[in-house]
């Protein structure tokens, strides 16, 4: 691989929900091989890489991996909390969150499953007060602004002229709100005051690999500005979507609206996932020879997705078998043959654009 230039690396997470087990996983792998590939016990990922990108879970996931500890200038947590947060607090935040649905009446009401107040206060013990812009590195998480009716990214590098910032747990619940899961967020611009009412950036964007590269390609980086494909080095992360379950499709003509409303997060969300890593392998694969050491997509293989089609199934049974989807990621992501670049590899290389 050609050294003679720094490239930007960056680090893209999908959305998923309690499948955020899944790329938690391959990340504790990722920060213990980067210890022992940099000889520097206190490396952790957010040494490696110059811009995080995520969806709803990857964005909660991003965030963990930027939070700043009291000094603010050393990550707060390690790879391995991020991965307990979800065995910790998954059944507080979605199975002892449910609603209690009586002959489905209240779906009509109100069809959100699940109730927020447990996450926020939990986003709020994980997050106190932190800025976004307190975040170490430049990152990017997406949600979708109803009131404007479209995209939004929340940046922790926000340019002055913007006057945007906000408080972490806010935009991590904003970026996390699926419909038909949770309620929409609303988050405060603490310099302007203006208030949002945002959803899940997953309608739009559940693998934000392309986001991440559009950003990364106006962005000045200091070492580099506006890089091009070649100066890029991206690792993707899947949360093992298209394991969805719809049950009897015999009937689809006669879906009503509540069948409907559940089903239509997850088309939406899961839908977007392949055509955008076709589009990323389309981008870098115009590269030449070594630009397999430029893009790695990391992804359950279809054979090992065991686990429960339900991104809100937070029971210990299903983490357990997340945990080992994800464990199957890294047995895929770490092989090696011509043309195809396995991650120890990569992340030497990775330690080497250092």
């Not at 449910?98 to 109730?115: E, L, P, S």
Request: glycine share 8%; charged share 25%; with cysteine.
């Amino acid at each position: 691989m050609n050294h003679t230039k720094r490239k930007v690396r960056i680090l893209s997470i999908d959305g998923g929900g309690i499948r955020g087990v899944i790329p938690a996983v391959v990340m504790e792998y990722v920060e213990a091989k980067l210890i022992e590939i940099s000889g520097n016990p206190d490396a952790r990922i957010a040494d490696y890489f110059d811009l995080f990108v995520g969806t709803s879970t990857g964005g909660i996931l991003s965030c963990f991996y930027l939070t700043p500890d009291a000094g603010g200038q050393r990550p707060r947590y390690r790879a391995q909390q991020a991965t307990e947060f979800y065995s910790k607090y998954g059944v507080k935040i979605f199975n002892e969150s449910k609603r209690h649905t009586w002959f489905g009446i209240r779906q009509i009401v109100n069809a959100t499953a699940y109730d927020a107040a447990k996450f926020e206060a939990i986003l709020k013990d994980t997050f106190d007060e932190t800025r976004f812009s307190q975040l170490l590195r430049r990152c990017v998480i997406t949600t979708y602004d109803m009131h404007k009716q479209s995209a939004f990214f929340f940046n922790s590098r926000e340019p002055e002229h913007k006057q945007r910032d906000f408080l972490l747990r806010e935009a991590v619940r904003s970026t996390a709100a699926a419909p038909t899961y949770f309620p929409p967020s609303r988050v405060k611009n603490l310099i302007t005051n203006e208030e949002m009412l945002a959803v899940d950036g997953g309608v739009f964007a559940n693998n934000p690999a392309l986001c991440a590269y559009a950003e990364a390609r106006h962005t000045d980086f200091g070492h580099i500005s506006k890089p091009e494909t070649g100066d890029m080095m991206v690792l993707s992360l899947g949360t093992g979507g298209g394991n969805l379950d719809f049950g009897d499709m015999s009937g689809i003509n006669d879906w009503g609206a509540i069948r409907w409303a559940k089903s239509a997060p997850d088309i939406m969300m899961d839908g977007s996932v392949d055509t955008v890593e076709f589009q990323m392998k389309q981008l870098f694969g115009a590269l030449e020879e070594d630009g397999i050491y430029h893009y790695k997509r990391i992804d359950v293989p279809r054979s090992e997705r065991r686990y429960k089609p339900d991104m809100a199934d937070a029971s210990p049974e299903n983490i357990a078998r997340l945990r080992e989807a994800g464990e199957a990621a890294l047995r895929d992501a770490r092989h090696e043959e011509p043309g195809r670049l396995g991650l120890d590899k990569f992340l030497e290389a990775l330690v080497q654009n250092g």
